[in-house]
């Protein structure tokens, strides 16, 4: 037999209690003025712990650094500022901050990654595919990014469109040159050279792979392919 709760006995429950401090907190948070400030003096609802998501390379120590939020800070305050000290970082392209009640700030975030290494003053400079140098210390910080012989945006922004292309071969990119105005050279892990204009499609870089997996049946070994030719690519083998 089914007995229907009187209402006062439903909140003894906790899931009932749970769904109420809810309810409760909806409400206090869509007042236009004095919800916020009555959240704001509540100890309970400070902000004790921020999680960080999305970072490769950026350390969060310097997310929070740039954040400077302090333990006084009502996890309901307006998070635009922070998101703005964000942006302001050359490693971050975006970012957006939710709030976990009762304390935790949830920083989300996009970085500009680097696509490649090329000689600096100091050592090797990571850059990103807008030719922009990023904060990024090597030595704090393992990159494995193909090395420039020296600084070229074109470079760079055919190294990002590389990347963003399926089949996997950025991965393999362990060196990039430029020969003469227009000339590209891709040197790969295995040593094979892959030459190509510096305005080439990036799908145009997947045509190697049948080419590369013909010769391997017939037991050759290419030490370059061309692909400045149009619908062509040209092996040149050891």
């Known amino acids: 037999m089914k007995f229907a709760l009187k209402f006062p006995e439903r909140l003894k429950k906790p899931g009932y209690r749970y769904l109420l401090g809810i309810a409760i907190l909806l409400v206090v948070v869509s007042a236009p003025k004095w919800g916020r400030r009555w959240l704001h003096g509540m100890t309970y609802f400070h902000v004790r712990k921020i999680d960080i998501r999305g970072t490769r390379y950026l350390q969060p120590s310097d997310v929070v650094a740039r954040l400077r939020v302090d333990t ?24 957006y901050i939710t709030r976990r009640p009762p304390g935790t700030l949830v920083v989300n975030i996009h970085e500009n990654l680097p696509v490649a290494l090329a000689p600096a003053s100091d050592g090797l400079q990571p850059y990103d595919s807008a030719g922009h140098a990023l904060p990024i210390d090597p030595s704090r910080t393992p990159v494995d990014l193909p090395v420039l012989q020296r600084y070229d945006r074109a470079t760079l922004q055919l190294l990002g469109a590389v990347r963003a292309q399926p089949g996997g071969l950025y991965d393999q990119i362990s060196e990039v040159q430029r020969d003469g105005p227009n000339d590209v050279i891709f040197v790969l892990t295995s040593a094979l050279r ?6 080439v499609a990036p799908d145009r870089m997947r045509d190697i792979f049948p080419v590369e997996s013909d010769l391997a049946k017939r037991n050759e070994r290419p030490a370059e392919l061309d692909l400045r030719y149009r619908d062509q690519v040209i092996a040149r083998l050891q």
């Open 72 to 95: 006084l800070r009502s996890l309901f305050d307006d998070v635009s500022p922070l998101e703005a000290r964000l942006r302001s970082h050359p490693q971050i392209s975006s970012v």
């Open 194 to 199: 892959i030459r190509t204009s510096v305005g």
